[in-house]
């Protein structure tokens, strides 16, 4: 599985984001997908993740009533909506996917197989 990542820029506190993580190769409704974020000068951590196509969806505390995970199994493409942004949530994002994911572990970088080359943002206050 091969994924990558769009939508980075610059973007005004309060606005608004959506990224997309588009993915190559077959069987993509059965990967676990999450998003995780790595802002300069800190470790990559969990924004949001579903275990499978049919699945619950879990964000960090600090996105939640905020972002947005969804995917499109028609398109083998995941989405990050991201609203009420803050300067707090600048950081390059990336997208993971997952064989194997089970809840326990679905917000550890380490229970991912593959990952997109990541995409930047920036919120400006």
């Known amino acids: 599985v091969q994924l990558q990542a769009f939508g980075g820029g610059l973007v005004q506190a309060g606005g608004s984001l959506r990224l997309s993580c588009a993915a190559s190769?077959?069987?993509?409704?059965?990967?676990?997908m999450a998003w995780f974020r790595q802002a300069p000068g800190k470790e990559r951590e969990f924004v949001a993740g579903r275990k499978s196509s049919g699945g619950s969806t879990y964000y960090a505390d600090s996105v939640k009533g905020r972002f947005t995970f969804s995917r499109d199994n028609a398109k083998n493409t995941v989405y990050l909506q991201m609203n009420s942004l803050r300067p707090e949530d600048t950081a390059v994002y990336y997208c993971?996917?997952?064989?194997?994911?089970?809840?326990?572990?679905?917000?550890?970088?380490?229970?991912?197989?593959?990952w997109g080359q990541g995409t930047k943002f920036t919120v400006s206050s």
């Open positions: 190769g077959h069987s993509f409704s059965t990967y676990g």
């Open positions: 993971a996917a997952s064989r194997t994911l089970i809840l326990s572990t679905i917000r550890d970088p380490g229970a991912y197989h593959y």
